[in-house]
Nanobody, 122 residues
Framework: QVQLVESGGGLVQAGGSLRLSCATS????????MAWFRQAPGKEREFVAS???????TYADSVKGRSTISRDNAKNTVWLQMNNLKPEDTAVYFCAANQQRATRSGNDYDSWGQGTQVTVSS
């Protein structure tokens, strides 16, 4: 497992942008698939985006075209750039990691951060 610390959440108006960061510890960051999930109040956790060790990306349909996941292995950091934010994007966003493969299921990730709150006002 790896320790993950998210940052960058906040309150933003609809149409605005935020860049979430997830910093990790350890020297094996490049071995990990990284992903972002989110959970809105009263709703189940849902997949947002993932990036493989080699930079391959996958996005949920709800954020495709508005979000970009990226990583810098030298900085042990993964980012989620979110543009044209909508009120329905309001949620706690979690960073997750695994060493196997990029999936959309949170059950396949064994390392999680504590989350960062994103609130989008209309």
């Amino acid at each position: 497992q790896v320790q993950l610390v998210e940052s960058g959440g906040g309150l933003v108006q609809a149409g605005g942008s935020l860049r979430l960061s997830c910093a990790t510890s350890g020297r094996t960051f490049s071995y990990y698939v990284m992903a972002w999930f989110r959970q809105a109040p009263g709703k189940e956790r849902e997949f947002v985006a993932s990036i493989t060790q080699f930079g391959g990306t996958t996005y949920a349909d709800s954020v495709k075209g508005r979000s970009t996941i990226s990583r810098d292995n030298a900085k042990n950091t993964v980012w989620l750039q979110m543009n044209n934010l909508k009120p329905e994007d309001t949620a706690v966003y979690f960073c997750a990691a695994n060493q196997q493969r990029a999936t959309r299921s949170g059950n396949d990730y064994d390392s999680w951060g504590q989350g960062t709150q994103v609130t989008v006002s209309s």
